[in-house]
Protein backbone atom coordinates (compact mmCIF):
# COMPACT_ATOMS: atom_id res chain seq x y z
CA UNK A 1 0.00 0.00 0.00
CA UNK A 2 1.39 3.59 -1.07
CA UNK A 3 -0.47 6.66 -0.66
CA UNK A 4 -2.25 8.91 -3.09
CA UNK A 5 0.63 11.71 -2.52
CA UNK A 6 3.24 8.72 -2.90
CA UNK A 7 1.47 7.56 -6.20
CA UNK A 8 1.50 10.95 -7.90
CA UNK A 9 5.64 11.03 -7.27
CA UNK A 10 5.69 8.04 -8.64
CA UNK A 11 3.67 8.46 -11.87
CA UNK A 12 5.45 11.88 -12.08
CA UNK A 13 8.91 9.95 -12.32
CA UNK A 14 7.00 7.68 -15.27
CA UNK A 15 7.42 11.14 -16.88
CA UNK A 16 10.81 11.95 -16.10
CA UNK A 17 12.06 8.62 -16.73
CA UNK A 18 10.18 8.34 -20.60
CA UNK A 19 11.31 12.10 -20.59
CA UNK A 20 14.98 10.96 -20.53
CA UNK A 21 14.55 8.22 -23.03
CA UNK A 22 13.17 10.79 -25.39
CA UNK A 23 16.30 13.11 -24.97
CA UNK A 24 18.64 10.52 -25.60
CA UNK A 25 16.83 9.36 -28.47
CA UNK A 26 17.24 12.96 -29.70
CA UNK A 27 21.18 12.96 -28.95
CA UNK A 28 21.26 9.77 -30.71
CA UNK A 29 20.06 10.96 -33.94
CA UNK A 30 21.40 14.19 -33.90
CA UNK A 31 24.97 12.13 -33.01
CA UNK A 32 24.32 10.40 -36.41
CA UNK A 33 23.91 13.79 -38.74
CA UNK A 34 27.26 14.13 -36.89
CA UNK A 35 28.56 11.11 -38.73
CA UNK A 36 29.28 10.08 -34.88
CA UNK A 37 28.04 6.63 -35.01
CA UNK A 38 29.61 5.28 -31.89
CA UNK A 39 27.96 8.62 -30.15
CA UNK A 40 24.79 7.39 -31.52
CA UNK A 41 25.21 3.86 -30.56
CA UNK A 42 25.79 4.63 -27.05
CA UNK A 43 22.51 7.32 -26.84
CA UNK A 44 20.23 4.73 -28.46
CA UNK A 45 21.13 2.17 -25.51
CA UNK A 46 20.82 4.71 -23.02
CA UNK A 47 17.63 5.87 -24.23
CA UNK A 48 16.39 1.91 -24.25
CA UNK A 49 17.75 1.69 -20.42
CA UNK A 50 15.59 4.78 -19.75
CA UNK A 51 12.57 3.17 -21.16
CA UNK A 52 13.77 0.34 -18.97
CA UNK A 53 13.50 2.47 -15.75
CA UNK A 54 10.29 3.98 -16.51
CA UNK A 55 8.84 0.45 -17.08
CA UNK A 56 9.81 -0.41 -13.29
CA UNK A 57 8.26 2.30 -11.99
CA UNK A 58 4.88 1.77 -14.39
CA UNK A 59 4.83 -2.01 -12.67
CA UNK A 60 5.76 -0.29 -9.53
CA UNK A 61 2.70 1.67 -9.08
CA UNK A 62 0.11 -0.99 -10.52
CA UNK A 63 1.77 -3.44 -8.22
CA UNK A 64 1.16 -0.95 -4.86
CA UNK A 65 -2.82 -1.31 -6.22
CA UNK A 66 -2.68 2.31 -7.22
CA UNK A 67 -3.38 3.46 -11.09
CA UNK A 68 -0.36 4.49 -13.42
CA UNK A 69 -1.22 8.22 -15.08
CA UNK A 70 0.67 8.95 -18.14
CA UNK A 71 1.39 12.73 -18.62
CA UNK A 72 2.42 14.71 -21.41
CA UNK A 73 6.33 14.24 -23.00
CA UNK A 74 7.92 17.36 -23.53
CA UNK A 75 9.58 17.85 -26.65
CA UNK A 76 13.54 17.49 -26.29
CA UNK A 77 16.41 19.54 -28.18
CA UNK A 78 17.51 18.86 -30.88
CA UNK A 79 20.70 20.33 -31.62
CA UNK A 80 23.28 19.90 -29.60
CA UNK A 81 26.14 21.63 -30.72
CA UNK A 82 29.53 19.46 -30.46
CA UNK A 83 30.47 16.25 -28.38
CA UNK A 84 31.50 18.18 -25.24
CA UNK A 85 28.43 19.75 -24.99
CA UNK A 86 26.18 17.18 -25.77
CA UNK A 87 27.65 14.89 -22.79
CA UNK A 88 27.27 18.32 -20.30
CA UNK A 89 24.16 18.32 -20.85
CA UNK A 90 23.62 14.21 -20.39
CA UNK A 91 25.32 15.20 -17.38
CA UNK A 92 23.25 18.17 -16.61
CA UNK A 93 20.42 15.99 -17.01
CA UNK A 94 21.23 12.80 -15.09
CA UNK A 95 21.99 15.66 -11.64
CA UNK A 96 18.55 16.66 -11.77
CA UNK A 97 17.20 12.96 -12.07
CA UNK A 98 19.36 12.10 -8.97
CA UNK A 99 17.67 14.83 -7.61
CA UNK A 100 13.63 13.36 -7.86
CA UNK A 101 14.93 10.08 -6.75
CA UNK A 102 16.72 11.71 -3.84
CA UNK A 103 13.22 13.68 -3.70
CA UNK A 104 11.25 10.60 -4.14
CA UNK A 105 13.05 9.03 -1.21
CA UNK A 106 12.64 11.92 1.08
CA UNK A 107 9.00 11.57 0.65
CA UNK A 108 9.36 7.47 1.46
CA UNK A 109 11.21 8.09 4.20
CA UNK A 110 8.71 11.00 5.38
CA UNK A 111 5.95 8.64 4.97
CA UNK A 112 7.39 5.40 6.64
CA UNK A 113 7.02 3.88 3.68
CA UNK A 114 9.28 1.08 3.76
CA UNK A 115 8.46 -0.78 0.63
CA UNK A 116 9.11 2.35 -1.74
CA UNK A 117 11.88 3.26 -0.23
CA UNK A 118 13.47 -0.27 -0.71
CA UNK A 119 12.33 0.08 -4.55
CA UNK A 120 14.60 3.27 -4.14
CA UNK A 121 17.37 2.41 -3.81
CA UNK A 122 17.67 0.16 -7.23
CA UNK A 123 17.89 3.97 -8.18
CA UNK A 124 19.97 5.32 -5.94
CA UNK A 125 22.97 3.12 -6.93
CA UNK A 126 22.17 3.49 -10.58
CA UNK A 127 22.54 7.33 -10.52
CA UNK A 128 25.75 7.20 -8.90
CA UNK A 129 26.86 4.57 -11.80
CA UNK A 130 25.01 6.80 -14.59
CA UNK A 131 26.68 10.01 -12.86
CA UNK A 132 30.46 8.64 -13.09
CA UNK A 133 30.11 7.07 -16.47
CA UNK A 134 29.26 10.09 -18.14
CA UNK A 135 31.86 12.39 -15.83
CA UNK A 136 34.15 9.44 -16.89
CA UNK A 137 32.91 10.17 -21.01
CA UNK A 138 32.88 14.14 -20.36
CA UNK A 139 36.81 13.86 -19.18
CA UNK A 140 38.43 11.98 -22.35
CA UNK A 141 36.07 13.97 -24.50
CA UNK A 142 37.63 17.48 -22.53
CA UNK A 143 41.50 15.88 -23.29
CA UNK A 144 40.84 15.70 -26.68
CA UNK A 145 39.94 19.64 -26.98
CA UNK A 146 37.82 18.54 -30.11
CA UNK A 147 40.83 16.94 -31.77
CA UNK A 148 39.61 14.66 -34.53
CA UNK A 149 41.52 11.78 -33.72
CA UNK A 150 40.77 12.10 -30.11
CA UNK A 151 36.86 12.15 -30.76
CA UNK A 152 37.17 9.38 -33.94
CA UNK A 153 38.53 7.57 -31.09
CA UNK A 154 36.14 8.00 -28.02
CA UNK A 155 33.58 7.26 -31.13
CA UNK A 156 35.22 3.92 -31.54
CA UNK A 157 34.59 2.92 -28.24
CA UNK A 158 30.86 4.20 -27.30
CA UNK A 159 30.42 2.27 -30.33
CA UNK A 160 31.24 -1.61 -28.31
CA UNK A 161 28.51 -0.41 -25.67
CA UNK A 162 25.49 -3.14 -25.41
CA UNK A 163 22.36 -3.49 -24.27
CA UNK A 164 21.48 -4.98 -20.95
CA UNK A 165 18.45 -5.83 -19.41
CA UNK A 166 18.63 -5.73 -15.68
CA UNK A 167 17.83 -8.39 -13.69
CA UNK A 168 14.57 -9.32 -12.78
CA UNK A 169 12.87 -6.78 -15.00
CA UNK A 170 11.08 -7.92 -18.15
CA UNK A 171 9.79 -5.59 -21.00
FE1 LIG B 1 16.79 6.80 -15.33
FE2 LIG B 1 19.44 8.07 -16.36
O1 LIG B 1 18.20 7.92 -15.04
Known sequence: MITKKMAKA???????????????????????TQGLKGFAN?????SKEEMVH???????????GEPVELHEIPKPEKDFKNPVKVFEEVLKHEQFITKSIYGLV???LEEKDHATNAFLQWFVTEQVEEEA?????????????SDGNGIFMIDKELATRTFVLPAGVTI
Do not use: G, R
Not at 10 to 32: G, H, P
Not at 54 to 64: M, N, P, R, S, T
Open 42 to 46: WFYIQ
Open 54 to 64: AIKFYHYVLDQ
Open 10 to 32: LNEQIKNEIFSSYLYLSMSAWSS
Open 133 to 145: NVNSILDQLKLTK
Open 106 to 108: DLA
